[in-house]
């Protein structure tokens, strides 16, 4: 199983709402990470969990707020977002060997989040 | 710090011809290098890797690349092209960043468009 799980594909939400994205894996990876990827750019890192463990932050504003219960789930819970956060949200997994780099990622199908 | 360039953000080619896609690197350590596919509202779809070894690498869908320490490139190339090749294609960076975690690195993407 190769796979990597992300519910709900689809998300509309106003900006006083609270919801949560959700990434799922069974492939025993220790590594799991959240990209936002507006149309037309590539995907930019959010935050990467090693090990359970916040590992990056990459300066993304606290209305994102990543959750890692255990090894195989990662969330992304979403406060008082702004249009402009609309986007596609991507997780990936991969194998965590330390100092020797990423050497595969596998991404979900994202979820397209509207901020109306 | 590592960066990636993709020379061409948009190649339009005819079906059964081949084609090149361009990706130049820049880093001051060993790195990793990956070619991925994103179709239209999808996730990312790992195309193919190189890590070590031959520099020429064969991957999914008839597509293959030459890593070029020299000229610092991964070029990606399909001798024959199909309209179901029609997608964003990024290149991809890793190694170890200054925290010790792995990250992914992405050029800026290349829109390939086949014309039937």
């Known amino acids: 199983d190769t796979e990597v799980t992300q519910t709900p594909k689809h998300l509309v939400m106003g900006m006083t709402n609270k919801k949560s994205l959700k990434c799922e894996q069974h492939?025993?990876?220790?590594?799991m990470y959240w990209y936002k990827q507006k149309a037309k750019k590539p995907p930019e890192l959010m935050f990467v969990?090693?090990?359970?463990?916040?590992?990056i932050n990459e300066s993304v504003p606290s209305r994102f707020s990543p959750e890692c219960p255990n090894s195989s789930l990662l969330n992304l819970h979403l406060h008082a977002l702004q249009p402009e956060d609309s986007a596609l949200y991507l997780c990936?997994?991969?194998?965590?060997?330390?100092?020797?780099?990423?050497?595969?990622?596998?991404f979900g199908q994202g979820t397209r989040l509207t901020v109306v | 710090a590592q960066s990636v360039t993709q020379l061409d953000s948009q190649v339009p080619v005819f079906e059964e011809a081949p084609v090149e896609l361009r990706c130049n690197y820049s880093s001051s350590v060993s790195v990793y290098l990956f070619w991925y596919v994103q179709y239209p509202n999808q996730g990312l779809q790992l195309l193919l890797k190189y890590l070590s070894g031959s520099t020429l690498v064969k991957g999914i869908n008839g597509f293959e690349a030459e890593f070029n320490k020299s000229q610092t490139s991964f070029h990606l190339r399909k001798p024959s092209v199909h309209i179901s090749d029609t997608a964003e294609y990024f290149c991809?960076?890793?190694?170890?960043?200054?925290?010790?975690?792995?990250?992914?690195?992405f050029g800026t993407g290349t829109r390939l468009t086949v014309i039937p």
């Open positions: 492939m025993g990876h220790r590594a």
């Open positions: 990936a997994s991969s194998q965590e060997v330390v100092g020797q780099g990423l050497t595969e990622a596998f």
């Open positions: 991809a960076v890793s190694a170890p960043d200054q925290t010790g975690a792995n990250n992914l690195f």
């Open positions: 969990y090693s090990y359970e463990k916040l590992s």
